[in-house]
């Protein structure tokens, strides 16, 4: 079973290739610009881990390793970053915003359900708003693979609002004006805001992800419920022994 909520294929629909130029101002519409503090959270979370190892998987324009470099200053040099996706166009988008900053980060065209790294061989994995377009048990397998022990993996994907029936009422906004919006912000392509949608509405709650992440091996699998419960940070340990 393939475990991808949004039942995106990469090798069907070059969606992400084709919104490249403008993934950032979409993202700034369809959140209201609130997913800038959910990154800033992240990357507050990967500074405060063990290790300077990280492979950010399916990063997209990078914003997630831009944030956390930004914040690094002086103790940048110390990190090995790697920023990961399969999508070239977006990876060209990362480059230039990554060279602005100054960033000394490789980039790598890179599957996040077949990592190219070795067993053992990375102190931290994130991952944002990946998990939804991807085989989650794929992505979570090859994740405790290639982290020590005692390595952490990081998520940070859509949930569900604590508050149920708010919960049922920002669906029924989703499904009646993200498509509206949808289409404005990309020219009518439809697949830019569907596999949103069936994201939102398919992917795990909180608690559903967090057994999930034990399940695969993963142990003190935490989650911080942002925004009531529109996204979730998740963090999964690899136990030691």
Known sequence: MVDNSARFRPDHDDVFGRIADRYDR???????????????????????????????????????????????????????????????PMLAIARRKLDAIEAKVSLEIQDAGQIDAADGSIDIVSMAFGLKITDRSRVMAEALRVLRPGGVFLCLEASRIVIPGLHRLYLIYMDLCMPWIGRLATGGDASAYAYLLRGVHEFPDQRALARELCEHGFEDVTFESLSLGIVALHRAVKPTS
Do not use: Y
């Open 26 to 88: 979409l993202c700034d519409v369809f959140s209201f610009g609130i997913h800038r503090l959910w990154k800033s959270r992240m990357a507050r979370q990967i500074m405060a881990e063990e290790g300077r190892h990280l492979l950010d998987l399916a990063s997209g324009t990078a914003d997630i390793p831009c944030r956390l470099w930004r914040r690094l200053g002086s103790s940048a040099g110390e990190w090995r970053i790697r920023v990961s996706d399969v999508s070239n």
